[in-house]
């Protein structure tokens, strides 16, 4: 198919390299050029300047982009993805942001006649270079079922959610679960050290119980051994907690857990550790307690 790919983050990189690879003729576009120029010589397919020129013939164009404004950017502003895609074609975005930009650009798509998909993805840069994140998607099921198997390229699963912002809303259960699994799991191997115990032993025997998961199985070591320059940043994950909460006001949802989480991934970025993995919470009880 001809596909476009808007965004070469760390996740939309390896993500349009998938595509590539399967065959499918791909243009890329990227604020900074170079990346895109980088991309181009590791993988066979082309570039364009803007969001627009680049979705031109495509069938269905793809996006993974930053926040809020940068995907009201990229789909709606000038030069954006809505003024190359002709009526017929599909925009799906792989931008965790909130339900309520991603139920604004199906209206926005769906006045020219253009399906929207919001795809928020879970996995991690790993799983986005190994073709294997888990996709959530909001939209209507006709949409669906043409992108799926395109979808399918880089994930182990492709889910729909339910209507519009569906994928989004799902994407905030998955932070809001990461967020106290993480602080539990710091917990836990903060307990370990502090009582004499051999944390990596500790995690290795309960790994195969009830308290197992992936965070453990794929952040336990390195946290004990002090390691963050990997994953997903604290700025992010506070990004994407600030969406959850902005949700639950309005949805009436508690999340006191999250809410103190937040806080302390906030006492993370003021220990300078934005880019740090978000399995620094660790660090907070190793130097304060």
Excluded at 236 to 247: G, V, Y
Excluded at 269 to 280: H, L, V
């Amino acid at each position: 198919m001809k596909l476009a790919f808007l965004g070469l983050g760390v996740m939309g990189y390896p993500m349009a390299g998938h595509l590539s690879r399967a065959g499918h003729e791909v243009t890329v576009f990227n604020r900074t050029a170079g990346k895109a120029s980088k991309w181009t010589k590791e993988f066979a397919g082309t570039s364009a300047p803007t969001p627009a020129a680049a979705v031109r013939d495509a069938e269905i164009a793809l996006m993974c982009v930053g926040n809020d404004d940068d995907v009201r950017a990229v789909i709606a502003g000038k030069n954006g993805a809505l003024e190359g895609m002709v009526s017929g074609t599909i925009l799906v975005d792989h931008t965790t942001a909130s339900a309520q930009v991603a139920r604004e650009m199906f209206a926005a798509a769906k006045a020219k006649g253009i399906a929207f998909l919001d795809a928020p993805v879970s996995g991690g840069q790993a799983g986005a270079e190994n073709g294997k994140l888990t996709i959530m998607v909001g939209g209507e099921p006709a949409t669906f079922a043409k992108a799926e198997a395109v979808l399918a390229t880089y994930a182990r699963a492709v889910t729909l959610m339910g209507a519009s912002g569906s994928g989004q809303l799902t994407k905030m259960v998955n932070q809001i679960c990461i967020a106290g699994l993480v602080q539990a799991l710091s917990e836990g191997i903060n307990f370990a050290t502090r009582a004499g115990l051999d944390p990596s032993l500790v995690l290795d025997v309960i790994s195969k119980g009830a308290a197992q998961s992936w965070q453990m199985e794929n952040r336990g070591k390195t946290m004990i051994a002090d390691k963050f320059d990997f994953g997903f940043a604290v700025d992010w994950m506070r990004k994407d907690l600030a969406i959850c909460l902005a949700e639950a006001r309005a949805n009436g949802a508690a999340l006191p857990a999250t809410a103190l989480v937040d806080q302390f991934y906030a006492r993370v970025q003021a220990k300078e550790g934005g880019r740090w993995d978000t399995s620094s919470l660790i660090r907070l009880l190793r130097e304060e307690g």
